[in-house]
């Protein structure tokens, strides 16, 4: 029986739950086990993945193949709905039967299977338990909170968007343990940000702004129980009595606030922490469910509160991240030059899921002569280290192009020698070219084109057209063929768009679909002033399904 591949991810997940457990894919077969299981069913992993969960598993009382027709969890699995059973049979490896009780719920994987958690216990430790009778409780049953928060780390640890866990959170928490959830966060400058107030109406999750925003200071010494929370002291169970006294702070006028507008009679509150700090707070609380959170509740909580902590934390880092690497980007990518008659604009959007740096890059300088140099290029990466080599390749480019009054071609050969031997650059695409006002007070577009897509001339009146010539082969290939170069009239008020494959190009889309967009779209925003002209140009073609950045550099000729 083939292994499948098992994600260290979905491992870690079932190993965090706490019970034993197992995932099946659509097929029912096994593709993750947590060590639990493995101990449970004496079963190595090796023996269970790959395998049909109940062929291999379920039995009758007494070890009996137990006909699919007759199980439950079977048809429960089929229906894609959870189902709980609290007296059923595994087959242990050496044959003998192991009593268990179970639950299965619909699973999300992260890589959009539609997957199955299987979590169950032993009965007879489950006999074990203490048979005294418990006070009414709204608590979950063991194998429900297991399996909440099982759905949990899968959610949040499944986002590097801030925004986008709070969501998750908010649909995990609500209605199943609470009617209202509230999530303050600490900013990076130490100030509380009330971030979510929502409220289950229904099927539906009601968001309330007006309760939403900035918080007032934490106090260092207040005993009330958000301020304790934002402080990582401890987590606590409430109610309006507590900031109905005298408010100690202003946080604890904006709790009262919160009760009276919300109704709550009962919240729990727990500190939300990142690996190094005190992010926030989470508050579970409950107006129409009429039954009190106990303290018994806060460790379900604080499990919660714990993993959203870990999934904030990692959102902000990698946001953090981001955004370093974008002002890097911006200090790499030049200004525009003012050049007398001749409108020039650039854009560089990043790929969404990179680390905001990439290859892609524009260019335009002055030249030696009075001609003004246009470049756009595309190194191979999205990474640091393509940014680093696409600003290797730019300065040489520059060098050359200043000090050698030479045909684009020629320039673009020296650059293809030098590549290999002083840049960290093993392969790259590039359209380099000279514009220049003729003696006729023309404007001439001079390029060669290495191995990139063809530049788009557009007319004033809206004709598009493709500049296929001077096409050459890309730069780090080992070929020394000699370049072409190509030259174009740019008439008055036409418009030169020079852009890389990220705006046309779309996994399992032909190249003459991106070109053929890009082409009418162009062509229909032509009398846009060239600003506006781009930022539409950007808009309607870049592909949604884009997973590459984008560089565009247009100019215009004047009317």
Wanted: net charge negative; proline share 7%.
């Amino acid at each position: 029986m083939p292994v499948p591949e098992v994600s260290a991810a979905l491992t870690g997940a079932l190993d965090a739950i706490g019970a034993s457990a197992y995932v099946v894919d659509e097929r029912g077969c096994i593709i993750a086990v947590n060590a639990r299981a493995e101990s449970l069913l004496a079963r190595p992993a090796d023996d269970l993945l790959g395998y049909d969960a109940h062929d291999l598993l379920h039995r009758g009382p007494h070890g009996q193949p137990l006909p699919r027709s007759q199980c439950a969890m079977r048809q429960a699995f089929h229906a894609g709905r959870p189902a709980q059973v609290d007296e059923d049979y595994f087959a242990r490896a050496d044959g003998s039967v192991q009593p268990i009780s179970w639950l299965i719920t619909p699973y999300d994987t992260g890589d959009h299977q539609a997957c199955t958690l299987v979590i169950f216990h032993s009965r007879e430790k489950v006999q074990e338990a203490d048979p005294r009778p418990e006070p009414p409780t709204a608590a979950l049953p063991e194998l429900e909170r297991l399996a909440l928060l099982a759905e949990a780390t899968g959610q949040l640890t499944s986002t590097l968007d801030v925004d986008d866990a709070l969501k998750r959170l908010t649909a995990l928490v609500v209605p199943r343990l609470a009617d209202w959830v509230v999530v303050d966060l600490i900013t990076e400058r130490d100030e509380v940000w009330r971030a979510v107030v929502v409220h289950a109406d229904g099927e539906t999750h009601a968001h309330h702004e007006d309760l939403e925003g900035p918080m007032p200071p934490v106090l260092e010494d207040s005993p009330m129980p958000l301020s304790r929370a934002l402080r990582g002291v401890a987590s606590t169970v409430t109610g309006p009595e507590t900031y109905h006294r005298a408010p100690d702070s202003g946080i604890a006028v904006e709790q009262r606030r919160l009760f009276d507008a919300t109704g709550m009679h009962s919240a729990a509150i727990a500190p939300v922490r990142g690996t190094r700090e005190v992010l926030g707070a989470l508050t579970l609380g409950r107006a129409e469910n009429p039954v009190a959170f106990t303290t018994g509740d806060l460790t379900l909580v604080e499990d919660i509160a714990r993993r959203a902590g870990l999934a904030l934390d990692n959102a902000r880092l990698y946001q953090r991240q981001r955004k370093v690497a974008e002002t890097m980007q911006n200090h790499l990518l030049p200004q525009m030059p003012v050049v007398a008659g001749l409108q020039l604009t650039a854009r560089y959007l990043p790929a969404p899921d990179a680390s905001q740096v990439g290859g892609d890059w524009y260019d335009a300088f002055p030249l030696a002569d009075g001609a003004t140099a246009l470049a756009i290029g595309d190194v191979v990466g999205h990474d640091l280290e393509a940014a680093a080599g696409m600003a290797q390749l730019r300065n040489v480019l520059r060098a050359y192009a200043w000090s050698h009054q030479e045909p684009p071609s020629r320039i673009v050969e020296r650059l293809d020698e030098a590549m290999e031997h002083i840049t960290n650059v093993t392969m790259a695409t590039l359209i380099f070219a000279r514009i220049e006002v003729t003696g006729d007070g023309h404007w001439q577009l001079s390029w060669t084109n290495a191995g990139h897509p063809p530049p788009l001339l557009i007319s004033r009146d809206g004709v598009a057209g493709y500049l296929t010539a001077g096409h050459g082969v890309a730069l780090g290939t080992g070929l020394r063929t000699p370049r072409p170069d190509a030259e174009a009239v740019l008439r008055p008020g036409s418009t030169l768009v020079l852009y890389t494959d990220g705006l046309i190009e779309a996994p399992g889309v032909i190249l003459d679909v991106g070109l053929n967009r890009l082409r009418k779209h162009a062509a229909a925003f032509a009398h846009r002033p060239l600003s506006a002209f781009t930022d539409q140009v950007l808009r309607r073609v870049r592909p949604a399904s884009n997973d590459d950045d984008v560089a565009l550099l247009a100019l215009r000729a004047p009317g």
